[in-house]
């Protein structure tokens, strides 16, 4: 059993979470992840209404008694949802951890706060790190450019961020982007992490609410098949590879504005994609995890193998390096 300072904070078993995807954290796999003793997260804007969150959170509750979240993302929206009605939906519902995202989370962070709620401010740079722990957030997810969905536009791997956040930040950090087995785990705590948060490996699970099809194209995939889009519009967007990101990209490339490409990029587009499984259907998230996700296990045998692995890795691998070196000293 790995136990950290975030697996103390949030009350798991596991130093494994399931962050927030638009259309996929809805109850049955934020449960099943529960149930596997990881930490996963509703994602609020998924449900169309705040009475429809009040809803699919009491519909979690009764498929788990384990701890579990709700995520709230803030970014450039078609429709700006009523935020502030989300979050009392979410306080109200007596949700005892939240995952923040996205820009300027200030005025929720402290609502929340005040509430006694613990908050996971999921960011991709530094400084933004640095700015959610003096807002009082209690602990990071720190988000590198592997990612999916928005990596920000810095464009720093996990293999530098995570370190050069570690360095600073002096709160409770998972690593998010790019994980989905055991040596992600253990890379994540070399490099002072505390955790790791996964979507897409989530995504191709059993009990993950979207079409079979989808789950067998990110199978399928390789790290090579994801797009950026929105990079002219300082909204970056990893997403899946498919006829629609690379007309985006193409439209970009000739100067295009948003309300060109609005119709293409959709969420409501991308949403159809997960419900009927057609992954040429609109633009949908996914990270360059894809090349390392070979099959689509159940919420609980993924995070147990996790943990298997990153122990075996720790118990045998490494300190099997650390016995040699101990032997050539003698
Ligand atoms: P949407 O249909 O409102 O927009 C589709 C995409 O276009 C999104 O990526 C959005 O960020 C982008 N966009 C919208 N207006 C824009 C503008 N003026 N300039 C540049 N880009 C713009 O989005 P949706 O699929 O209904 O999702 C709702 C919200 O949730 C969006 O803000 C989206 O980014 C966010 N989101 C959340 C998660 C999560 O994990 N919680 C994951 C993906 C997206």
Not at 176 to 184: E, Q
């Amino acid at each position: 059993m790995i136990k950290t300072r975030f697996t103390e904070l949030v009350g798991v078993e596991h130093p494994i979470v399931q962050g927030g995807m638009q259309w996929v954290g809805r109850a049955e796999l934020v449960a099943a992840v529960a149930n596997a003793g990881a930490l996963g997260f509703i994602t609020a804007l998924t449900q169309p209404t705040p009475e429809d969150l009040r809803k699919e959170i009491a519909r979690c509750r009764e498929m788990t008694d384990k701890p579990f979240g709700v995520n709230l993302t803030i970014l450039p929206t078609i429709k700006p949802p009523p935020y502030a009605e989300y979050r009392q939906a979410i306080i109200e519902s007596g949700i005892k951890v939240v995952e923040t995202a996205g820009n300027k989370p200030q005025e929720h962070v402290t609502e929340f706060k005040k509430h006694g709620i613990v908050v996971v401010h999921k960011c991709t740079s530094v400084r933004h790190a640095l700015s959610a722990e003096r807002m009082g957030v209690d602990a990071i997810s720190i988000d590198g450019f592997e990612c999916a969905g928005h990596p920000g536009e810095d464009d720093t791997p996990g293999l530098i961020l995570i370190p050069a956040a570690a360095d600073k930040v002096k709160i409770p950090m998972i690593a998010s982007g790019g994980f989905g087995d055991g040596r992600g785990l253990v890379a994540a705590l070399a490099l002072g992490a505390e955790g790791i948060n996964m979507g897409t490996r989530f995504m191709c699970t059993k009990e993950s609410p979207i079409h079979q099809r989808v789950k067998e194209q990110i199978v399928a995939n390789d790290e090579r098949a994801t797009e950026l889009i929105f990079r002219t519009m300082r909204n970056t967007s990893r997403v899946a590879k498919n006829s629609v990101s690379t007309k985006v990209v193409e439209l970009e490339k000739e100067g295009t504005t948003f309300d060109q490409v609005r119709d293409l990029v959709a969420g409501a587009r991308g949403r159809g994609v997960y419900e009927n499984g057609d992954p040429e259907a609109g633009v949908w998230s996914a990270g360059q995890i894809q090349g390392l996700i070979h099959d689509i296990p159940t919420c609980a045998e993924l995070v147990a193998r996790i943990v298997r692995e990153a122990e075996d890795i720790i118990a045998a691998r490494l300190d099997s390096m650390m016995a040699s070196r101990r032997m050539a000293a003698e």
